[in-house]
């Protein structure tokens, strides 16, 4: 797990590009950023709707690839019976989540585990009804 972790930081800081680790030098960069963004649109109005398609495109690109890694880090099996169809991604508090969400998930992956849907419908009653916690459930399952 650790060195998925380890590559997960490298990827994410390659792939975000973000030039900056201070906050405040961060803050710097992207007030340039923007700037620079709002003068050229203003040049130049129809700059806009390229940058929101490039934008748009981005974005899903990094999508598709945070969804691959996701399943590259999570395996593409129920973490518990071991099937491999309809796989849901498990926020292990239990908390209330999303499906596509992937850059969160993505963020968060080591608090994830893949599960198939009878597996996750009983892992939220357990969590709901019995009050237990993803602990709980690995102790009682002898993972
Ligand atoms: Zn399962
Ligand atoms: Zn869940």
């Known amino acids: 797990m650790k060195i998925f972790i380890y590559f997960l930081n490298s990827y994410s800081s390659g792939e975000f590009r973000m030039p900056y680790k201070d906050p405040e030098m961060q803050k710097k960069y992207l007030r340039e950023y923007w700037r620079k963004r709002y003068y050229l649109i203003k040049e130049d109005p ?42 849901n991604w498990h926020e292990k508090n239990g908390k209330e989540h999303g499906a596509g969400d992937y850059h969160y998930i993505f963020k968060n992956v080591k608090d994830f585990v893949s599960l198939c849907p009878v597996c996750h419908r009983f892992v939220h009653k357990l969590m709901a009804l019995y009050n237990k916690s993803w602990n709980d459930i690995l102790l009682f399952l002898e993972k």
């Open 46 to 87: 129809r700059k806009w709707k390229q940058y929101a398609k490039q934008s748009y495109e981005r974005t899903r690109r990094n999508k598709l690839i945070q969804k691959e890694k996701i399943k590259e880090i999570l395996g593409l099996n129920c973490f518990i019976c071991n099937r491999d169809q309809k796989i």
